[in-house]
């Protein structure tokens, strides 16, 4: 008498169990209502769709939290990494949109949807909601809100780009099966995803940084990258779009490379072809002999966790450079 009478007939083990079975219930519930705010985010539409800024932004920011770039307070700046994944991305919807697309709206507008609130001066820095924050620390949440924001926001043949951008595979919906018939259309899409992703890994693998150079310049108040993603197998000879098989260069460097006026040998020291080049610099101007290189090695920021790939440098050695 008196007596619980759950307790009474249900062993204490399977009490635990329903317990545990309705937090799990709550949990996912949490982050349900989590993935609705990125999916409802305000934006604009017209007769070009939906204005692509707000989720192009959220997609960067999952970006940075999957690279550790988003430490326990959930700080995000409007800084090269953000900017660089920004701008590798938005390309895609240039086409579609007929302008190009500025982070700056966005990283201001995004904090009514819900997803963070500005802290400091000068609208540089954000901080995430913390729940939002503890969701897209899981990779399988982050991974479903990826896939979601590319559905619930962009049209078929940017899905198709933007999936491959991610390093994601592209569903296979009904809703792009009609890209997928137009075998060339859909190749064009992959190869822009690709390049982006491309970009995004060589260049913050190497920190923002020349490797032939050492050169690196970060403007506070622009989202300017002044550097290239090269090839060292060149792409259009069946070279591989893998970061090792890239090299972060500012873009008159890329073009003395792709020329074969300077390659890198296995213990990464430059080797230019010197007797191939004239070179002078006018009096009062400054700029690097590319001469003068030779036999230095590649410059690598403290910070840089990229390295080429040796088999691709022999390749460019041999197939570019050739001059032994």
């Known amino acids: 008498m008196g007596s619980d009478p759950i307790n009474m007939t249900c062993p204490r083990g399977l009490v635990c169990l329903v317990d545990e079975v309705v937090m799990e219930a709550r949990v996912g519930c949490m982050a349900d209502a989590l993935l609705n705010r990125l999916l409802n985010l305000k934006v604009a539409k017209d007769r070009k769709g939906m204005a692509p800024n707000k989720p192009l932004l959220v997609l960067a920011i999952l970006d940075l939290v999957e690279a550790g770039l988003v430490g326990a307070e959930g700080l995000v700046h409007k800084d090269a990494q953000l900017n660089l994944r920004f701008r590798s991305y938005s390309p895609i919807c240039v086409p579609r949109r007929g302008n190009v697309i500025d982070l700056g709206l966005p990283f201001r507008h995004l904090a009514s949807d819900g997803v963070y609130v500005h802290v400091g001066e000068g609208e540089r820095t954000v901080k995430l909601e913390p729940g939002l924050l503890a969701a897209m620390r899981v990779p399988a949440w982050r991974q479903e809100a990826r896939r979601r924001v590319v559905a619930t926001y962009f049209p078929p043949d940017e899905q198709v780009a933007l999936y491959a951008a991610l390093g994601m595979p592209v569903p296979s919906s009904d809703e792009l099966a009609e890209v997928r018939e137009d075998v060339l259309a859909y190749k064009t899409q992959l190869s822009r995803g690709r390049d982006a992703r491309f970009k995004v890994s060589v260049i913050s693998g190497y920190h923002f940084t020349c490797a032939l150079t050492g050169y690196r310049l970060i403007a506070a108040k622009s989202t300017y990258v002044p550097l290239e993603a090269a090839h060292i197998h060149a792409h259009a000879r069946k070279g591989p779009d893998s970061a090792t ?40 101007g400054s700029h690097f002999k590319l001469a003068d290189l030779h036999g230095r090695r590649l410059s690598f920021a403290p910070q840089a966790t990229l390295r080429p790939d040796p088999t691709h440098l022999a390749w460019h050695r041999r197939k570019v450079y050739s001059r032994d």
Do not use: K, M, Y
């Open 245 to 284: 098989n890239g090299l972060a260069l500012t873009p008159t460097a890329h073009d003395l490379f792709d020329a074969g006026l300077w390659t890198i040998d296995d213990d990464l020291r430059i080797r230019v072809a010197q007797s191939d080049i004239a070179e002078s610099i006018l009096p009062g």
